[in-house]
């Protein structure tokens, strides 16, 4: 089972994913890591993404997303990984860096960086039952997913939100006003972004389930997104055995056609 979540950025779609995932026992994916992964291996090697001309860094980011793979590793005493690495180095931390918000724009608009990595989320997501977070997992890496998501929550609030989690991080218990202005005009800048590339833009699929996040406490959408796939998987396994019942029916009624068509001969 895939569940697909999606939505713009810090609509709160890694941290309720990992606690769906956590509460199901399903694997967990987070495909943002995947291009922070790709757009630090940019910046390590200086490419230049932002200028159509130079072809040259154009070309080297790809076949760095074709040919160096993105794994998720565990931290102790963590129950979901936590740890990224590409290619074998672990670059946890420095995806997250501002430096890497910025790169990973124009690294995720790139069409065939984007066929590298979509094509990593698939395998991975055949292998496991899936919580899957990302931008466009409904709508391309998974357009066939049980349960598809899509968080929003109003920019402002989404902003408050991660001046929060960055301001407990260096345990602080609030974030002042100057903080989620800055943050609010980032996720702005990425909201429009996002929303407008030609490859894969960042849109709920005509049948997701789109949750509108403002106004509810992470338990609350966590709650109600394991109730929803509970539901869809019961209905799933009514939907399967009932196909085979109907394909057990349909060689049962063949058999005595077959039998009754010699009983006449
Ligand atoms: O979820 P995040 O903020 O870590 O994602 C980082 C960037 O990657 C974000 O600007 C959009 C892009 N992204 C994407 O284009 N497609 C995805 N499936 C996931 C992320």
Not at 58 to 79: C, W
Not at 154 to 163: L, N, V
Request: glycine content about 6%.
């Amino acid at each position: 089972m895939i569940i697909a979540i999606d939505g713009p950025a810090g609509s709160g779609k890694s941290t309720v994913a990992k606690l769906v995932a956590g509460e199901l026992g399903f694997a967990y994916l987070d495909t943002g890591a995947m291009y922070r992964s790709v757009a630090w291996r940019a910046l390590e090697e200086g490419l230049n993404l932002t200028d159509p001309l130079c072809v040259a860094s154009v070309n080297r980011i790809r076949q760095i997303a074709q040919a160096e793979p993105i794994s998720f590793g565990y931290t102790q005493g963590e129950p979901l990984p936590s740890k990224v690495f590409i290619n074998g180095r672990d670059v946890t931390t420095q995806i997250r860096t501002p430096e890497c918000d910025k790169a990973v724009s124009p690294v995720s608009a790139d069409p065939e960086v984007r066929q590298a990595l979509t094509q990593q989320q698939q395998d991975f997501g055949r292998e496991h039952d899936t919580v899957m977070e990302g931008r466009d997992i409904g709508t391309v890496v998974f357009p066939e997913a049980e349960l598809k998501v899509f968080l929003i929550a109003t920019a402002k609030e989404r902003a408050r939100r991660r001046a929060l989690q960055n301001a407990q991080k260096e345990g602080r218990q609030q974030a002042d006003d100057d903080e989620i202005e800055l943050i609010l005009a980032d996720i702005l800048r990425r909201d429009a972004y996002d929303s407008s590339r030609e490859a894969a833009p960042l849109a709920a699929a005509s049948d997701s389930w789109e949750l509108d996040t403002t106004d509810m406490t992470i338990e609350q959408v966590v709650a109600a997104i394991v109730a929803a796939a509970q539901e869809r998987n019961g209905a799933v396994a009514q939907e399967r055995s009932g196909a085979q019942a109907q394909e057990r029916n349909g060689a049962v009624a063949q058999e005595r056609n077959g039998a009754v068509a010699q009983e006449r001969k």
